[in-house]
């Protein structure tokens, strides 16, 4: 059986969204955890903090952030503006911002595997808008989507812009220590609802339901 009592999810959560964004000096900052770790195990860093101990990293290159709404949410709650600088990122828009052309600069989307962020992605590759796109998800993509992604990409001609594709499972947000929610306002009544009668529609609320909680169980490291 889990203790969760000797886990912090929010930690946990937070150092998966900090090895997602620090690419460079990967090995100096694991390093700096391990050292870390039996003094915080019991408490959780505050912004000020993180930011601190990041700051003794050297950046290699700056790079941009793009999310969506979603994952804008995630985010926030465990970092802040001093913590996003101090990993290398310089900005943070979103994706369905109108974003300027910077050529020489890489981009990390973190978003929700939709179509409509799908859409979008692959519209910045074909104007070039970046120098490379480091795309993470927030949840498990589907295989449809995925192929859906590589046909867009192939045939607009521009495959070479993606440097990687990750299923993050992060898609839940910390509210506290070991406290999460799914954002998912007025779910029991409308899986309670009488006149949903589309075995699809329900799946649907029921797949994403169980998605966030596959990726609670993941930052835990165990499945009940």
Same mark, same amino acid.
């Given at each position: 059986?889990?203790?969760? !009592?000797?886990?912090?999810?929010?930690?946990?959560?937070?150092?998966?969204?900090?090895?997602?964004?620090?690419?460079?000096?990967?090995?100096?900052?694991?390093?700096?955890?391990?050292?870390?770790?039996?003094?915080?195990?019991?408490?959780? !860093?505050?912004?000020?903090?993180?930011?601190?101990?990041?700051?003794?990293?050297?950046?290699?290159?700056?790079?941009?952030?793009?999310?969506?709404?979603?994952?804008?949410?995630?985010?926030?709650?465990?970092?802040?503006?001093?913590?996003?600088?101090?990993?290398?990122?310089?900005?943070?828009?979103?994706?369905?911002?109108?974003?300027?052309?910077?050529?020489?600069?890489?981009?990390?989307?973190?978003?929700?595997?939709?179509?409509?962020?799908?859409?979008?992605?692959?519209?910045?590759?074909?104007?070039?808008?970046?120098?490379?796109?480091?795309?993470?998800?927030?949840?498990?993509?589907?295989?449809?989507?995925?192929?859906?992604?590589?046909?867009?990409?192939?045939?607009?001609?521009?495959?070479? !812009?993606?440097?990687?594709?990750?299923?993050?499972?992060?898609?839940?947000?910390?509210?506290?220590?070991?406290?999460?929610?799914?954002?998912?306002?007025?779910?029991?009544?409308?899986?309670?609802?009488?006149?949903?009668?589309?075995?699809?529609?329900?799946?649907?609320?029921?797949?994403?339901?169980?998605?966030?909680?596959?990726?609670?169980?993941?930052?835990?490291?165990?499945?009940?």
């Amino acid at each position: 059986m889990l203790n969760t !009592k000797s886990i912090c999810l929010m930690k946990r959560q937070r150092h998966a969204i900090i090895e997602m964004l620090q690419s460079t000096n990967k090995q100096s900052f694991d390093s700096d955890i391990k050292k870390k770790k039996s003094r915080s195990e019991k408490s959780v !860093k505050t912004g000020s903090d993180l930011g601190k101990s990041l700051t003794e990293l050297n950046i290699q290159k700056w790079r941009i952030l793009i999310l969506d709404d979603s994952c804008r949410d995630i985010l926030t709650s465990l970092l802040k503006v001093g913590d996003l600088r101090a990993l290398g990122i310089t900005l943070v828009l979103g994706i369905k911002d109108d974003r300027q052309h910077i050529p020489d600069t890489p981009a990390i989307y973190f978003v929700m595997p939709t179509e409509e962020n799908i859409e979008l992605i692959v519209r910045d590759c074909e104007n070039d808008l970046y120098e490379s796109i480091h795309v993470n998800f927030a949840q498990s993509t589907s295989r449809s989507l995925l192929e859906k992604f590589a046909h867009e990409l192939v045939m607009r001609e521009c495959t070479n !812009k993606i440097s990687k594709i990750y299923d993050q499972f992060m898609n839940y947000r910390c509210i506290e220590k070991n406290f999460f929610s799914l954002d998912y306002t007025e779910a029991l009544s409308q899986l309670l609802d009488p006149t949903i009668k589309s075995e699809s529609e329900m799946m649907t609320k029921i797949e994403k339901i169980a998605s966030g909680l596959v990726s609670v169980s993941m930052s835990y490291e165990s499945f009940p």
